[in-house]
Structures are given as structure tokens and as C-alpha cells.
Nanobody, 116 residues
Framework: QVQLVESGGGLVQPGGSLRLSCAAS????????MRWYRQAPGKGLEWVSS????????RYADSVKGRFTISRDNAENSLYLQMNSLKPEDTAVYYC?????????WGQGTQVTVSS
């Protein structure tokens, strides 16, 4: 079955960095686009970034452009999100997502808290 497991979240000071990971299994990871989303406290789900199957094309929300970098390792079935220059407004639960067989699959999320 499809499984997505995020890790790498934590508490970081403003201006700091974190690298999130998403370990994927149960589907052909290298064949589909992958996405990161986040949900801040009391707010709806926000799309953060997407990367194509080959890993050579990516898109970002305006709120993170220039600070976050999405990448993937198809040999390791892993998705990453490098987050630099973090701001308090980046505080959220971060989720990776895929669509496989016309169904959406989400990980359990990893908490990122940006605070001094």
C-alpha cells in the first residue's frame, strides 16, 4: 500500500534552516509528481511546492520562493524540502502528497515551529 512518512521537523529560530524528508513506498515513486503542503495553526491547507517525476522542474508558492528548495532522490524513493531563512509564519505541519491511481495520499505530517 502507498505510504508516505515525513521527518525532519522541529523547533528552529527565525533565520534558521531545516530539511524535511518524505520516505515513499508502495508505488512507483520515480513516475509521478510529488508535492509539499503545510497547515498553519487555525488555517487551511496551503500548497508549498511541487517537483516533477524526473526532478528537473519545480514550482513554489510565492510565500516560500527563494527560501525553500524541493528535491527528490528517485533511487532512494525520497522527497526533500530544504527550508532556509525561516520565518515565524512558516510555522505549520508540513505534509508530502502524491496522487497514485487517481487517489491522493498524504503523510502524517511533521511539525515545524519557527520561534525565538
Amino acid at each position: 500500500q502507498v505510504q508516505l512518512v515525513e521527518s525532519g521537523g522541529g523547533l528552529v529560530q527565525p533565520g534558521g534552516s531545516l530539511r524535511l524528508s518524505c520516505a515513499a513506498s508502495g508505488f512507483t515513486f520515480s513516475s509521478i509528481e510529488m508535492r509539499w503542503y503545510r497547515q498553519a495553526p487555525g488555517k487551511g491547507l496551503e500548497w508549498v511546492s511541487s517537483i516533477n517525476a524526473a526532478g528537473d522542474s519545480s514550482r513554489y508558492a510565492d510565500s516560500v520562493k527563494g527560501r525553500f528548495t524541493i528535491s527528490r532522490d528517485n533511487a532512494e524513493n525520497s522527497l526533500y524540502l530544504q527550508m532556509n531563512s525561516l520565518k515565524p509564519e512558516d510555522t505549520a505541519v508540513y505534509y508530502c502528497k502524491c496522487t497514485w491511481g487517481r487517489l491522493d495520499y498524504w503523510g502524517q505530517g511533521t511539525q515545524v515551529t519557527v520561534s525565538s
